[in-house]
């Protein structure tokens, strides 16, 4: 290196320790320390500022509650809620001192040291705001004490800094008994109970003062989601965490030496008291209501918001088309009924759920015989089966995948299957055997006439066909909720638990040729601080037209000539399906005209306490209670009111699948050996039926489901035959699924 580079490097070295030395001149550790202190000295003056700005206001909004109006759709009223609010303020000494320690070990086990605020939760739930997950966050029971009484529940970063100065200042003027007797004589929880005194009464049926520890560590668990933790209605899910919560609580007791061991041991969960309905809820208003509430309660409207007050709801309800559901269900089910004389009669519940299709708007439904006398909504409940309204959908999914049966065929219309009772699936890894109602034997069929008669053996091996997998998926998709569905050939049979509700969105979505319905019932949602919007009532495309329009297709064969024929009528073109679950415990009619989808259902529960699922058989004196009887009665009178008498809109149905059919080498001579009500041959003379009382773990080896006869031309569909379908009495059309069974079990008599 020459002596001009060395001087060069020199000076650049020079010039980055000068540079060097500038920042650390810079960012001195006193300057640095400085600095903190001096925005430390910022920060308690900006909070000593507005701790003198800030005073202690008036009561909110919440302690002067006003009523809720719930409307019809053409804004007449409904009803009215919180016009009174249902408190009774006690004093802390009425309390007993167990019962007081509960609240404080559930929510915080400080309170009686600490100095009101949480400034660990208080910045946890100012920075969930400024990162928009909401109001989000520990508080103390002082700072709850504070939202509930003086503010609101507003997630806003003003609110939850008002909420910290207010806390300190209430901890400063008063003691701490007074901040617990405010904090349980304001709080919500649920059942329209503000207070403990409300709340004892609305759980347990005791007044407060008669409150034991147990009863309380449940009362001060619900608080943290009164909507979600009521046992009555909670999901299994709620349940748990409530049952978590209590004994959590109980267990903090413990831990503060506020309850011994022993004690704490011999406890056990204190289940409430079934809910007693506010007064106005008479009849169909407190179904209607309900399910409004829950439905606002997904939208962001929670309980506590509504019970503010102030709020104008109104429903997609059509008063004249709700009269006319209420008359139906009166005439053709409740006026038959000896609910005093008849023990089976006595059992009886009906639900039911009429959608517009175009729309996804609940314009009514029918929730039981009384909001006061039957707490549980019918039309919304999910823990019976829906037995086989489901087949139409096995059917959908089979269309969908443009599956095969085991020959090779594609599925539709006209495609063969052997409807041999207890006849053993093929293809399947499970076992499956169903037996048809009645044991009945029908031979050879098309799928439209399968479907006609609700033909168990038929469906069966038509899941196995296009894949349980994938006929829950279709189900899915279509609206059918996601409860003990298992992926098995039995799923053909409705095994699956569904309410009115959603087997109304799922056929809805047939009505609307395969594009999403969500039923929703609450049209709007105005308050004078905001507005709500409804749900999306329909959404995007689910099965392709095709497949909807041909399911649509062999539904009007099931009301013109097979199990729905109580609801034909010339009045409207109809197109629907029945079902009658295991050991006759549900009946459905689950139907649709181009203009109105409506789904009824008849429930068999036991009027003793804890209920439990009975059977229908014998309803009214009519034997075997199905899908074609009462419930196709129901939708019929339903349906021609709802309409005004009638209407000629047609279903507008393209391009539908009619499947195909493998013609066999020689025609078939040999007549069948077992019962058909189909007009062609059941079997080839070199290929005969398996017999009905095969094992159902031996898969059949002698005959494919899918031979066909070639007594018909593969594209004509096969003529009905006039004789009442499924074995039923004359009069009285069956729906094939009399006995809804599980995977190859014996069938349930």
């Known amino acids: 290196m020459g002596r001009a580079d060395a001087r060069r490097a020199q000076r650049r070295g020079a010039r980055r320790a000068a540079k060097s030395g500038g920042i650390r001149r810079l960012f001195t550790w006193k300057k640095m320390l400085g600095a903190f202190f001096g925005l430390c000295l910022l920060v308690m003056g900006a909070f000593v500022a507005l701790y003198m700005y800030v005073d202690i206001p008036k009561a909110n909004a919440l302690a002067e509650r006003q009523s809720n109006v ?173 049952k978590e919560r209590w004994a959590y609580t109980l267990d903090n007791m413990v831990e503060m030496h506020w309850l011994g061991q022993a004690e704490r041991d011999k406890l056990t969960f204190p289940y409430p008291d079934k809910p007693k309905p506010a007064k106005g809820m008479e009849g169909q208003t407190g179904y209607l209501v309900e399910a409004a509430n829950k439905e606002l309660d997904k939208q962001g409207v929670t309980a506590e918001m509504r019970q503010a007050g102030g709020w104008t709801f109104t429903l997609n309800i059509d008063k004249k088309r709700q009269k006319q559901l209420e008359k139906s269900v009166d005439r053709q089910l409740e006026s038959k009924l000896d609910r005093e004389g008849n023990k089976v009669d006595a059992t009886v519940q009906a639900g039911a759920t009429s959608v517009n299709p175009k729309t996804g708007a609940v314009v009514a439904m029918y929730g039981g015989a009384g909001y006061t006398k039957h707490y549980f909504s019918n039309a919304t409940r999910q ?61 050879n069929v098309t799928v ?42 039995a799923i053909t049979l409705g095994t699956m638990n569904a309410s009115t509700w959603d087997m109304a969105g799922a056929y809805a979505t047939l009505d609307n040729h395969g594009k999403k319905v969500t039923p929703f019932i609450v049209k709007s949602a105005k308050h004078r601080e905001r507005t709500v919007e409804p749900v999306e009532g329909t959404g995007s495309q689910v099965i392709s037209r095709k497949s909807a329009d041909t399911v649509t297709s062999v539904l009007t064969g099931v009301v013109d000539a097979g199990s729905g024929q109580a609801a034909n009528t010339s009045a409207y073109e109809a197109a629907g399906k029945t079902g009658t679950s295991e050991n006759n415990k549900s009946a459905w009619f689950a139907a649709y005209t181009p203009e109105l989808t409506t789904v009824v259902a008849l429930f068999g529960e036991s009027p003793k306490e804890g209920g439990g699922q009975v059977s229908l058989t ?75 009382t095969q094992s159902p773990d031996v898969p059949s080896t002698s005959q494919s489901p899918d031979v066909p006869s070639t007594s018909q031309s593969p594209d004509v569909p096969t003529s009905q035959s006039p004789e009442p379908p499924g074995g039923g009495v004359p009069g009285k059309p069956g729906d094939g699924n009399e006995n809804n069974i599980a995977d190859n079990a014996p069938p349930a008599r």
């Open 70 to 242: 719930y409307q019809y759709s053409d804004g007449t009223l409904l009803t009215r809620t919180g016009q009174g609010v249902n408190r009774q303020i006690v004093d802390l000494a009425e309390v007993p001192k167990e019962v007081q320690h509960t609240f404080v070990a559930a929510e915080n086990k400080s309170f009686y040291d600490d100095k009101g605020v949480d400034l660990k939760g208080t910045a946890r739930g100012l920075i969930n705001t400024l990162s928009g997950k909401g109001k989000q966050g520990g508080s103390t029971i002082t700072q709850q004490y504070v939202k509930n009484y003086y503010l609101t529940q507003d997630p806003t970063i003003s609110r939850k800094l008002k909420e910290l100065v207010i806390s300190l200042k209430i901890e400063n003027k008063k003691g701490k008994d007074y901040i617990l007797a405010g904090y349980i004589n304001t709080s919500y929880y649920g059942r329209g109970a503000s207070g403990i005194q409300a709340a004892a009464q609305a759980y347990y049926g005791v007044d407060a003062k008669d409150l034991d520890v147990n009863q309380g560590a449940y009362l001060a668990s619900v608080l943290q989601a009164p909507s979600q933790y009521d046992w009555q209605t909670a999901t299994e899910t709620g349940k748990k965490l409530v």
């Open 383 to 443: 823990d019976y089966q829906p037995a086989s309204t489901f087949k139409p959908l096995v059917l959908a999914s089979a269309l969908e995948n443009e599956s095969k049966t085991q020959g090779g065929d594609l599925i539709g219309v006209n495609t063969r299957y052997d409807g041999t009772s207890k006849r053993p699936v093929v293809g399947s890894d499970t076992p499956f055997a169903p037996e048809n109602e009645d044991n009945r034997s029908y031979g």
């Open 448 to 489: 439209q006439k399968a479907m006609n008669a609700s033909i168990n053996s038929v469906f069966a091996q038509m899941v196995v066909d296009v894949g349980p997998p994938a006929v829950k998926k279709t189900a899915l998709a279509l609206g059918v909720p996601d409860k003990n569905f298992p992926e098995r050939p």
């Open 618 to 692: 014998g309803t009214a004196n009519s034997g075997r209670a199905n899908g074609g009887g009462f419930p196709a009665e129901i939708w019929a009178d339903y349906t021609l009111g709802a309409l005004g008498g009638g209407s000629t809109a047609q279903f507008d149905l393209e391009d539908v699948e009619r499947g195909e059919v493998t013609v066999p080498a020689s025609p078939s001579t040999t007549p069948s050996e077992t019962a058909s009500t189909d007009t062609t041959p059941s079997k080839s003379p070199d290929k005969p039926s398996q017999s009905a």
